[in-house]
């Protein structure tokens, strides 16, 4: 019964919305009430925990509870590996990826088959910017479990950022038949339109989101995003002070774009200033916060500390070149020539991957 209990909760955890996680979590919590020392429940527990912070914006505080419930899972069978593998995405919320990435290689060793350790490494080698090495496991994990969209999401990312845009829609339309109106299906397969400079595309996919996904943070980030780009800069102001509020990732230094863009230079000053001197407390641990950087510098028409930041980020594993050569954030840097080569060296370096991965039949 307990085992039923835990199979449900899987069931809901995997639909990625809000109140199925928490759906998840009580299923969870019924098996526990049914074995205390259930190793399974404890894993899928740390598992919903970590989702409620990733996705719902809940404190991190539940991260820390998702490592305690994760290390009771281990603790109670050492060889289990969906234990490992909630260990693993517990420290990868917390930014922590060295430490998450030998917890889901742990798991693998203890479970070869169990797709979504084995999906997760592949995530965190995209995260590091090794291309090929991610699509390997990504489609390892597919293989394992062709059922979860998420996956066949991460291999369109992979296709979008080494520029084959024809996969990387090929992939997206798997996922979509998977599960219909996806929202990170949709956001991504938007972004791609973006970067096409496919503004009605990518316009018709955040009315889409609006209705599929009203409680998630990203669909205002990317509904800001059109905005952006189709210069209609108040109501990207609109949606980016509201993101504030939500204390949403980035959503600071955004609003500090739009407010320039509006004319308002005395409040984007005082912000961009704020955030940088924010920014100087805070470790290097991901190549978001040193693309954030770089456009706040750009955007105060710093030119050189806006490429060291930006290559800091390639160095750190940003691979997506094109969208840099996008993103109206940064087009105070499109036409210098420090920042062109560093385009360019992305390129090459992306070139490299694809080879890579046409000659191990990828």
Not at 291 to 318: P, S
């Amino acid at each position: 019964e307990a085992y039923a209990f835990y199979l449900r909760g899987r069931d809901h955890y995997y639909r990625y919305k809000k109140e199925d996680n928490e759906t998840a979590i009580t299923l969870f919590k019924n098996a526990l009430h049914l074995d205390t020392n259930y190793a399974l429940a404890y894993a899928g527990l740390g598992d919903a925990y970590c989702q409620r912070y990733q996705k719902f914006q809940f404190p991190l505080d539940w991260i820390d509870s998702a490592i305690v419930v994760s290390t009771r899972s281990v603790q109670i069978d050492p060889t289990l590996a969906e234990g490992y593998k909630a260990l693993g995405l517990a420290f990868d919320a917390r930014g922590w990826y060295e430490k998450a990435l030998d917890q889901y290689y742990t798991a693998v060793r203890f479970n070869p088959n169990l797709a979504s350790a084995v999906g997760n490494i592949g995530i965190l080698q995209q995260s590091f910017g090794n291309l090929d090495e991610a699509l390997k496991w990504l489609k390892r994990s597919i293989t394992l479990s062709p059922d979860r969209a998420h996956t066949y999401i991460a291999v369109g990312i992979v296709y979008q950022t080494l520029a084959s845009d024809s996969l990387a829609f090929a992939w997206y339309d798997k996922a979509e038949r998977l599960e219909p109106d996806n929202p990170l299906v949709l956001i991504n397969r938007g972004w791609l339109h973006l970067t096409r400079g496919e503004l009605n595309l990518a316009r018709a996919i955040a009315q889409r989101v609006e209705k599929t996904a009203p409680d998630w943070d990203i669909r205002l980030d990317y509904a800001a995003d059109v905005e952006i780009f189709s210069k209609n800069f108040g109501a990207a102001k609109t949606i980016y002070e509201t993101l504030v509020v939500n204390n949403f990732a980035g959503g600071n230094y955004q609003l500090a774009y739009v407010l320039q863009k509006l004319g308002k230079a005395e409040q984007a000053n005082a912000l961009t200033t704020r955030l940088l001197n924010e920014y100087k407390t805070q470790p290097e641990s991901e190549f978001t916060t040193m693309l954030e950087i770089g456009v706040l510098h750009a955007m105060r028409g710093d030119i050189a500390d806006a490429n060291i930041w930006i290559r800091k980020a390639y160095q750190k594993g940003w691979r997506d070149y094109r969208w840099l050569q996008v993103d109206p954030r940064l087009e105070n840097l499109h036409k210098n020539p420090t920042f062109q080569e560093l385009m360019n060296e992305m390129k090459v370096r992306a070139d490299e991957m694809k080879t890579r991965i046409l000659s191990e039949g990828l």
